[in-house]
């Protein structure tokens, strides 16, 4: 341990700890804009230099260690001087277009403008201008709005390990961009939105869907239905103060309808329609030695991920669609055929913690003759500001149910939402399955949690069924590595392309606090815990839905309505370049 003073306070501190991290352990604020905890430190973007005695100049707190004896001025003249002829020089590059900005009210820069008393223009000039990169179907990139703090590339390289993007040039030319400058659609991105969650303007934000759901509600001839992800009930209280965690199901369900869906459905219970289809597609291929491990679909980040990097293993995926696009097909056949509506005029929209789940819903390559299961996808933040539009105060709503019959669900659906949570589903039903006696210890606590990677045995039956769970796409390379070489011990592995799962998806509400998607998580559990049925197979809408429509999982006609097909998608960007 070391002693310090930092403004006058007596710290102690563990030997190596930096300026910044002490600071905060007595509750000293200074602000940052390129930090990321647990990451290297790179001393960027110096809105965190501090003033250290003896020294000549300021000190960039993040990137430096505390000394015995050193004597520290975080607010200092000199400092707040400093602080804001920085985010002065930062503004004066940035498009003044604050009032249009989807990040209008929740920008750091705009914070950090006003924390500093930024009053008037003092160092006008030439700025940046750039094109707007809108060719994604999920995200939009804004390079004029980027304060080159490097937190998005530091995300998409270190943490996620996608190397989608990073700096090119030098100088007033700097740039955030992809490879060769080209759009995002035809790079590595796999359009997770984690940059969008940590980037601290703009400059990075999801493609909105909001017009096109707007003008569909508006369309008398459609009938338009909506259904909500499991992790949505527990993230978006916190954009209206609720405590985080807090599930808020009863009035989501009333402010939709109140935007005028003609009804409103959850994604749970597709959820558990994808573990009786993946379960038991799961136990085919280990009763007739086909391919294993097999892997989880239910992220579209993580399957566009193999389709890019490792088409050769495409064949482990199970081919089961996920969860709302398997929604929006029963929606489209069997509830179609139930309400007499002609699927064509039937509008479904997702709302989803996701942004990569825009992409998924127009995968042109998977048969353009086909009608979309989704017609469009609202994240958790496009649908508060829709809330707002509409001039709803959702913290007064009532509490409303979901729609029948397609709104039933169990424990097993919420628990989707969280790292882990589809294994411990799966697990559930194909326990009953494969010995016709219920799992008694329903919490599977090995396989819960943010570790990177988590595994356990499971005896069933007298067959010992290895699991993985990959928390966050970065984390996936070793277990691809050892199915190529033959040492993979693995017959099912789930993969989330986020970290912690869905919870802490690109389309949430944007936080940088780790502890939030802890609490998230925990309230997904809870929910789990207090529910009546807690594995898949005991939804008795589901259940009817087999008998009514499907027969049973992994039927013909279920293969040919809930499940789907994978692409070699560098193959198809080598053929469009030839074309071209």
Known sequence: MVELTINNITVKAEEGMTILDAAKSVGIHVPTLCHMKDLFPTGACRICVVEVENMRGLIPSCAYPVAEGMKVETNSYRVRTARKTIVELLVENHPQDCLICVRNGNCELQGLSEQYGLREHRYAGESKDHAIDISSASMERDPAKCILCGRCVRMCNEIQKVCAIDFTNRGFQSNVTTPFNKGINVSDCILCGQCILVCPTAALREKSNTKLVQSAIQDKSKTVVVQIAPAIRASIGEEYGFP????????????????????????????????????????????????????????????????????????????????????????????????????????????????????????????????????????????????????????????????????????????????????????????FKLTGVELENLNLEAIRGLDDVKEATIDIAGLQLNVAVVNGIGNVGPILDQIENGTCKYHFVEVMTCPGGCINGGGQPIHHKPEKVIKRVKALYEIDGKMKNRRSHENEAVKTVYKEFFGEPNSHKAHDILHTHYIDRKAILRENAKKN
């Open 244 to 431: 985080i965690g807090t599930d808020v199901t009863g009035k989501l369900v009333t402010g939709l309808r109140r935007l005028g869906f003609n009804s409103v459905f959850d994604t749970n219970f597709a959820a558990d329609l994808t573990i009786m289809e993946e379960g038991t597609e799961l136990i085919n291929r280990i009763q007739n030695n086909k391919t294993l491990p097999m892997f989880t679909s239910c992220c579209p980040g993580w399957v566009k991920h193999l389709e890019q990097n490792r088409p050769a293993l495409l064949d482990h995926l199970s081919t089961c669609k996920s969860p709302h696009e398997m929604e929006g097909a029963v929606l489209k056949s069997y509830y179609a055929k139930k309400m007499n509506i002609d699927p064509k005029d039937l509008f479904v929209v997702s709302i989803m913690p996701c942004t990569v789940k825009k992409f998924e819903a127009v995968r042109p390559e998977l048969g353009e003759e086909k009608m979309a299961d989704v017609d469009a996808v609202l994240t958790t933040r496009e649908l508060v500001r829709y809330f707002k539009m509409a001039g709803i105060e959702f913290e007064d709503l009532p509490e409303g149910n979901f729609d029948n019959p397609l709104g039933e669900s169990t424990g097993a659906a919420v628990i989707f939402g969280a790292s882990g949570g589809v294994m411990e589903a799966a697990l559930r039903t194909a326990y």
